[in-house]
């Protein structure tokens, strides 16, 4: 019961040697961070969930293979990804960290190895991979997706 006491009083924690979290303060909210249901998400799965398609939230495209898509699509074989820009390294927004940078960084340039291995693993199981950044215009992310998933699903049925 002590450790969860220190630990939820901010001022009695500090961060081990070699944490990644350089205080109390900037563990809880990196803690917070939302790793599905994010605002984007949410809005471009209303938006696609209005126009009649059905969907996996946060499922694993394939079963073997350790993660999960924001979006699957089963019968078409489309995974679905919006990525945030700090985390998956956007070419436009990311901005390398001030604190803890060896950690962070590298922490980074795993998620877009990972990404890019997430990729190239569902091409050659025949799926059709869709990344999109969460800065991107919402209306213009899902009618890619509602087209693709339909061209697939007519193509696959034929």
Same mark, same amino acid.
């Given at each position: ?16 040697? +070699? ?8 563990? /809880? ?9 994010? /605002? ?14 059905? %969907?996996?939230?946060?499922? /694993?495209?394939?079963?073997?293979? !350790? !993660? ?17 820009? %700090? ?14 940078? +060896?950690?962070?960084?590298? /922490? ?17 199981? +025949? ?32």
């Amino acid at each position: 019961m002590e450790g969860w006491l220190a630990v939820s009083d901010p001022e009695a924690w500090t961060p081990p040697e +070699g944490s990644w979290a350089s205080s109390a303060a900037r563990r /809880k909210n990196m803690q917070a961070i939302r790793s599905r249901d994010t /605002k984007p998400e949410r809005l471009i799965r209303r938006l696609v969930h209005a126009s009649g398609l059905r %969907y996996r939230v946060a499922a /694993k495209p394939l079963p073997d293979l !350790r !993660r999960t898509a924001d979006m699957v699509f089963r019968p078409a074989k489309v995974a679905v990804f919006i990525d945030g820009c %700090y985390w998956h390294g956007c070419p436009e927004h990311y901005v390398p960290p001030k604190t803890n940078p +060896g950690y962070w960084s590298d /922490k980074v340039a795993r998620n877009v190895a990972r990404d890019r291995d997430t990729d190239q693993r569902l091409a050659e199981a +025949g799926w059709l991979v869709l990344r999109f950044w969460e800065h991107q215009d919402s209306d213009t992310c899902a009618l890619t997706i509602v087209s693709a998933v339909r061209e697939r699903r007519n193509a696959l049925a034929r």
